[in-house]
């Protein structure tokens, strides 16, 4: 067994932006109720259009994952904030806009949707979703899902069907906490993009994704201290 991942090569760092109330708000083990706005040696405020603007000039970043967690937790939503960061910058973005139906993401230029399993409950829904991403939801070794009896290999092979090329693996109980563990990653496919999310902080944590086969990782709170060297990764 090795017990020693190689050195990390080309994954690709994603910044995060958890946007609540329209603010950027700091991950706390998915704990949403303890979130609170951004602070940053790098930012002079949570403003999402600032975020976006400081980390793409410093670091050259051109995507950006949003999470609406408004929308996510069924309390309203921050789509006009979105849309307005897709129209003012040229950057992409990954949007998880607490979608329960294929019908509910926009189309927009520069923009993919995220189905995640938290929200998602179109599994029988007619459309297309090679050009979106499926989010596998995790709190420890289960699945957190809108349906019940959704496990992680019938999503996966439900949206495979629907031509999904693209997966995330998000450990929502890790966010914000700089507990990465490679115990909990999922074998990914060939053919398919795989993304991980969820306390990734050290070359190690990176080294343990490229070397499992991921491809990119959604970075937050690494990326806003400091304590992962931005520069190699993008």
């Given amino acids: 067994?090795?017990?020693?991942?190689?050195?990390?090569?080309?994954?690709?760092?994603?910044?995060?932006?958890?946007?609540?109330?329209?603010?950027?708000?700091?991950?706390?083990?998915?704990?949403?109720?303890?979130y609170a706005p951004v602070t940053s040696a790098y930012l002079a405020s949570p403003d999402p259009f600032h975020f976006v603007e400081r980390f793409s000039s410093l670091f050259g970043l051109t995507t950006f994952y949003v999470a609406d967690l408004d929308a996510i937790m069924g309390k309203g939503g921050n789509e006009a904030v979105i849309t307005s960061l897709v129209k003012r910058t040229s950057c992409d973005f990954i949007v998880d806009g607490g979608y329960a139906h294929i019908?509910?993401?926009?189309?927009?230029?520069?923009?993919?949707?995220?189905?995640?399993?938290?929200?998602?409950?179109?599994?029988?829904?007619?459309?297309?979703?090679?050009?979106?991403?499926?989010s596998l939801d995790m709190k420890g070794?289960?699945?957190?899902?809108?349906?019940?009896?959704?496990?992680?290999?019938?999503?996966?092979?439900?949206g495979r069907d629907k031509g999904c090329r693209r997966f995330i693996l998000l450990?929502?109980?890790?966010?914000?906490e700089k507990k990465f563990d490679?115990?909990?990653?999922?074998?990914?496919?060939k053919g398919e993009e795989?993304?991980?999310?969820?306390?990734?902080s050290s070359d190690r944590d990176m080294a343990w994704l490229q070397d499992a086969g991921y491809t990119g990782v959604f970075v937050s709170t690494a990326l806003r201290d400091g304590t992962l060297c931005i520069e190699k990764y993008v």
């Fill in 194 to 200: 795989w993304f991980y999310g969820g306390g990734v």
């Fill in 182 to 189: 490679s115990r909990f990653l999922i074998n990914t496919a």
């Fill in 171 to 176: 450990r929502l109980d890790a966010v914000g």
């Fill in 141 to 158: 070794t289960s699945l957190v899902s809108a349906i019940d009896d959704l496990t992680t290999q019938r999503a996966l092979s439900r």
């Fill in 103 to 134: 019908r509910d993401a926009p189309g927009m230029e520069r923009f993919a949707p995220v189905f995640s399993t938290e929200s998602f409950a179109g599994w029988d829904d007619e459309g297309d979703l090679s050009d979106a991403y499926i």
């Fill in 1 to 34: 067994m090795n017990l020693h991942p190689p050195s990390a090569q080309s994954v690709r760092v994603i910044p995060v932006m958890d946007i609540m109330g329209g603010a950027v708000v700091a991950g706390r083990g998915g704990r949403r109720d303890e």
